[in-house]
């Protein structure tokens, strides 16, 4: 997740935030790592120059990194984990392979042609502005992962949501 970097919410209250969002989070949840600064994500996530201005970072990992510095409230902080641990961690480990292609087919479809809700093509406009041009797969991946940000709910992001609750949990 991308996001401008501000002053940020103190280091010690992201962290109270983190233990108070996760709380009720079972075994499958990911482990989520807050950092003082985009300097402390994982050498992986450096390869992209833009990692200097993530909010957050999910690399494949069952780590999610939540960067408290570039957080400039706490509304944001769980909007960003929400962003990486739903539409991120949860759909990338609960949405199976035929299923994972029908949701980038109803993305790219909805994405080429404009319908869908007002709400659902504002968050299609923000994807292409944050990420530019990527691939089906990862814009649908940022699609969902905003959705979430954003909490929106329609047929398939709801199905996807009761999914990566029930394995959250």
Do not use: C
Request: proline share 3%.
């Amino acid at each position: 997740s991308r996001g401008d970097t501000g002053p940020g919410l103190t280091f010690d209250r992201a962290l109270q935030l983190k233990s108070e969002l996760t709380a009720k989070w079972g075994d499958n949840a990911p482990n989520v790592v807050v950092v003082r600064s985009a300097e402390d994500f994982p050498s992986s996530a450096k390869v992209d120059p833009a990692y200097r201005r993530a909010e957050g970072l999910y690399n494949g990992s069952p780590t999610i990194w939540i960067n408290a510095g570039a957080i400039t409230n706490e509304a944001r902080f769980g909007q960003v984990l929400a962003h990486e641990a739903i539409g991120h961690y949860g759909v990338e480990s609960v949405v199976g392979k035929a299923e994972w292609g029908q949701i980038v087919d109803a993305i790219d479809n909805l994405a080429s042609t404009g319908s869908g809700s007002a709400a659902l093509q504002s968050v299609l406009d923000s994807v292409a502005k944050r990420y530019g041009t990527v691939d089906r797969e990862t814009f649908a991946k940022e699609a969902i992962a905003v959705m979430a940000e954003r909490g929106i709910r329609n047929s398939f992001t709801s199905r996807v949501v009761a999914a990566v609750r029930r394995f959250l949990r």
